[in-house]
């Protein structure tokens, strides 16, 4: 919380899509007073993002408690991650988020198409984008999570464990998983696509999936280790729902809007006893889900 009361929200990736809309909930809502970081790594698409919200808020009510501010932040690059850090360590203590809501990640495309073919490529840079590139962040700033802090880590529901095989269903919800250990689950499906072999191995063609069910874990990870922390930190993987974005298309059902809902929703709730019930785990639609 900041000195004067408000908390202070981080979203990563906030220039469009469910990002923007998350940012857009946040600002709008009137239940808590925030303070909230929209970041993106091209500062001229995420000024224009705030420049919009900004208006849509002077428009939506006169009462102005909740602030927005633009901090550009790449999170695939640890110098910008521990750049925006020391802005927040500058601004408000070093105890200086309340909030995070990594959202930052997406799928791989060329020619400005989405790539849906399961190549050694494209499974790094899913890998990087959407799995380490979020753990990066997050182990960089939960040093800096304040007393009651949350994380959020937005995923999909097509990484479900059904989708592993073999022994990787039980090594993922493990409570002898290491971070190592499952750095070496990512690293060890980009090595098996290049070598053909990932499905002997129990992953499936699914490159977006794998990073996401390895932030899946993550997040269950984290509230193991933190269980102890003072500051009771809580951990939550959220699936958005179907909602239309680059993968997508245009035809799924909902939009980004309704796919921000249940990420602010845990990022808001006062239902501390449910969040602290579920720590860790994965939620969809309001509703705490089974991985």
Same mark, same amino acid.
């Given at each position: ?31 808590? +007073? %925030? ?6 790594? !091209?500062? /001229? ?6 420049? /919009? ?9 006169? !009462?102005? %408690? ?19 850090? /020391? ?16 959202? *930052? ?15 050694? /490529? ?20 939960? +040093? ?12 999909? *529901? ?28 990512? =690293? ?22 794998? *990073?996401? *069910? ?13 269980? !102890? ?23 799924? +059902? ?24 579920? =720590? ?12």
């Amino acid at each position: 919380m900041s000195e004067d009361g408000r908390l202070v929200a981080v979203v990563t990736g906030a220039n469009r899509g469910i990002g923007k809309a998350i940012v857009r909930r946040l600002l709008l809502q009137q239940s808590k +007073p %925030l303070i909230i970081y929209l970041t993106a790594r !091209n500062v /001229e698409l995420g000024q224009l993002a705030f420049d /919009e919200l900004r208006r849509e808020q002077l428009k939506a009510s006169s !009462n102005h %408690l909740n602030e927005l501010r633009f901090h550009q932040l790449d999170v695939s690059n640890i110098q910008s991650i521990q750049a925006f850090i /020391e802005y927040l360590t500058l601004v408000h203590g070093d105890q200086s988020t309340d909030i995070l809501i990594n959202n *930052a990640g997406g799928v791989v495309k060329e020619n400005g198409q989405v790539v849906r073919k399961c190549n050694v /490529e494209t499974a790094y840079k899913s890998v990087q984008m959407n799995y380490f590139s979020a753990v990066n962040v997050t182990s960089l700033m939960v +040093p800096r999570m304040r007393e009651g802090g949350r994380v959020v880590f937005m995923v999909t *529901a097509l990484a479900q464990l059904g989708i592993f095989s073999g022994d990787l269903p039980k090594v993922l919800v493990s409570d002898e998983l290491s971070l190592q250990g499952l750095h070496i689950i990512e =690293n060890g499906f980009v090595s098996s696509v290049g070598k053909g072999t990932f499905s002997s191995y129990g992953f499936p063609p699914m490159p977006f999936a794998v *990073a996401k *069910a390895g932030l899946i874990a993550y997040a269950r990870m984290m509230a193991r280790i933190c269980n !102890n922390d003072p500051r009771q930190l809580v951990f939550a993987a959220v699936c958005p729902g179907y909602v239309r974005t680059d993968m997508t298309g245009p035809y799924a +059902p909902l939009t980004p809007d309704q796919g921000a809902e249940t990420p602010v929703y845990v990022a808001l709730t006062d239902d501390i006893k449910r969040l602290k019930r579920h =720590n860790g785990g994965l939620w969809k639609h309001l509703r705490p889900m089974k991985w």
